[in-house]
């Protein structure tokens, strides 16, 4: 199965990589980590942090509202515990399985870390930084560029952000 930013185009008009065997679990995983940050009133944003071995490294969830930092996104979180096992602040050989298409501040932290993969989930058309809104993860410019794999899961994860801000709003979709 192909995932691609929008249903019906083409991954490798974006440098795509194919589907791989595990990533379905992961993304499972990921989600899992997302459920723990409605306990705190947060996004229920989750990341994952994998070696190419398929040993995960790291997990986080969003603790913007525990923590009361704008910079604590599941992503930023999960690189830091990242670097910390690995000794390292470059995170190479791994990728981050995300819940949501990341943002600007993650976007540039991933490329930063030297994240070789991303997988995320659903796509974020208000401040996503890897195809919707800007493209940050392929800006040629930049020093690292990794592979971006978008849409798996989208609906459950999409779903879940859903439900999470409906609830907010007394029940109203």
Known sequence: ???????????????????????????????????????????????????????????????????????????????????????????LEAALYVTLEPCAMCAGAIVLARVSRIVYGASDPKAGAAGSVLDVLGEPRLNHRPEVAGGLLGEECGDLLSEFFASRRGGMI
Do not use: C, K
């Open 1 to 91: 199965m192909s995932l691609g930013f929008f249903a019906g185009e083409d991954p490798e008009v974006y440098g795509m990589d194919e589907e791989r065997p595990d990533d379905e679990y992961f993304m499972r995983l990921a989600l899992r980590e997302a459920e723990r940050a409605r306990e705190h009133g947060d996004v229920p944003i989750g990341a994952l942090v994998v070696r190419d071995d398929g040993e995960v490294i790291a997990a986080a969830h969003n603790e913007r509202e525990l923590r009361q930092d704008p910079t604590a996104h599941a992503e930023v979180l999960a690189l830091r515990e990242a670097a910390q096992a690995l000794g390292s602040w470059r995170v």
